[in-house]
């Protein structure tokens, strides 16, 4: 699961050579490149995983029974869910106005 | 799950058979910078979870360097180290001794098996870093070696590099009434470092993941008689000029058409691992992507004849006809 695991403790020791730290979002919040949203429509969701087996960025979350979510914190909407759904479960919605 | 050592032996099995054994858990997070519908993304998350938390990445300058490591935060979950654009192999090399030479002191377990991956993108392999990489390989240090190929140097502004492609346009090689794209063939590196005589070399695209991981597994099963190499195909939004939604259809595309054809060399042993009966005329590959936009149908059909004659060689190598004639559509 995304960001959950991404808690490490830094070394008390002093560094001298420049470290990054594992953090989600070194980038920041990704989301805001988006210029259209995946939306999952699970009555169609047939639970192959291919979104979540493709999806770049690790925003297609799993639940405990395999039905899959969006993490809109960092989807940067590129749409490859959409191209890989067998059963076109995910539309591709434009952001912005009405939701 | 994929990595697990059977009692003693110190061997890796292969155990991912379907999507299901893939582990859930990311050691490549998100919120990292790469472009929207980049496909390194897939691939680093489906290595990481192949190579689990005991492993270190070697990551020479490239797209997936600066993207995902800002500092101060990093997105990768697993140590991570990074010096210069030409030396991923050497600087594998000498973590795997350094390695080698702390369990000998004392210094950790003996039994602790740490894997060392090195990453690198086509400029940092087949360009600048070729030497480190043979000098890796003439060493026999235990190194996987992953190429993430997106055919130039996007990172920088979409540069030519040693791996583009036939009459493809990148910025230094334009298209216009004289020069029409890149005028000099792509080179077939895992055939370059198949010559090192290396215990194993592949092909993978993100595409046909379960191939790909099977790959990732067997490149660091192989890891204790010497070092592996996979070349993987990367299609780039930004660099070959489509539709972000479109990467995994061209990466799968590139294999219909016999462009990247799917085959691994173990000890020696020809495969090729996904066979085509049928291929689909290369210009449906190349009908997706803007830096081909510019291609007369000649100039097509003398890409059609490149790839015909790599396909008649990898066919020669298996012994038989593994991938078949073009099937034109009616």
Redesign the interface.
């Known amino acids: 699961?995304?960001?959950t695991?991404?808690v490490?403790e830094k070394p008390k020791t002093y560094w001298v050579a420049?470290?990054?730290?594992?953090?989600?979002?070194?980038?920041?919040?990704?989301g805001l490149?988006?210029t259209e949203r995946p939306v999952i429509h699970l009555e169609k969701c047939v639970k192959?995983?291919y979104c979540w087996?493709?999806?770049?960025?690790?925003?297609i979350l799993?639940r405990e029974d395999d039905y899959v979510y969006v993490?809109y914190?960092?989807c940067?909407?590129?749409?490859?869910c959409?191209?890989?759904c067998p059963t076109n479960a995910i539309d591709?919605v434009p952001e912005g106005g009405e939701s | 799950m994929s990595a697990q050592t059977p009692g003693g032996t110190g061997r890796r099995v292969l155990r991912i058979r379907s999507?299901?054994d893939?582990p859930?858990?990311?050691?490549?997070?998100?919120?990292?910078?790469?472009?929207?519908?980049?496909?390194?993304?897939?691939i680093m998350?489906m290595l990481t979870k192949v190579a689990g938390k005991d492993s270190i990445i070697v990551n020479a300058t490239g797209c997936v360097e600066v993207?995902?490591?800002?500092?101060?935060?990093?997105?990768?979950?697993v140590p991570?180290f990074h010096s210069a654009f030409e030396n991923a192999g050497a600087s594998a090399s000498g973590i795997a001794r350094a390695l080698e030479v702390m369990k000998r002191k004392g210094m950790m377990p003996k039994d602790k098996d740490v894997k060392v991956i090195a990453v690198a993108g086509d400029g940092g392999t087949v360009d600048i870093g070729l030497q480190s990489l043979s000098g890796m390989l003439e060493r026999r240090d235990p190194v996987m070696y992953v190429l993430y190929d997106n055919e130039a140097y996007m990172n920088t502004g979409i540069q030519r590099s040693g791996a583009t492609p036939y009459h493809a346009w990148t910025t230094t090689t334009p298209a216009g009434k004289v020069w029409r794209g890149e005028w000099r063939t792509k080179k077939d590196i895992a055939m370059i470092v198949e010559a090192h005589r290396i215990p194993y070399v592949a092909t993978a695209n993100?595409a046909y993941?379960m191939d790909m991981i099977n790959k990732f597994a067997k490149g660091l099963e192989v890891l204790d008689e010497g070092p592996s190499f996979i070349h993987v195909l990367m299609a780039c939004?930004t660099g070959w000029r489509f539709?972000?939604?479109?990467?995994?259809?061209i990466s799968r595309l590139a294999t219909e058409t016999g462009v990247f054809p799917l085959y691994e060399i173990d000890h020696g042993n020809f495969r090729v691992t996904f066979p085509v009966a049928k291929r689909k005329p290369v210009s449906e590959y190349l009908k997706l992507q803007g830096r081909f936009a510019h291609l007369t149908p000649q100039e097509i059909e003398e890409i059609q004849k490149l790839v015909d004659e790599r396909v008649a060689e990898i066919n020669k190598m298996a012994g038989k006809e593994v991938i078949g004639p073009v099937e034109y559509p009616k």
């Open positions: 699961m995304s960001g695991a991404a490490v420049p470290i990054s730290y594992p953090a989600p979002a070194s980038s920041g919040k990704t490149w988006r192959c995983l087996l493709y999806c770049p960025e690790d925003t799993r993490d914190d960092y940067k909407g590129c749409g490859i959409a191209a890989v591709m | 999507l299901y893939i859930r858990d990311e050691l490549f997070i998100s919120g990292h910078g790469l472009c929207a519908g980049c496909t390194a993304g897939t998350r993207s995902t490591t800002r500092y101060p935060y990093s997105n990768w979950l991570w993100p993941p939004t539709d972000p939604a479109l990467g995994i259809t």
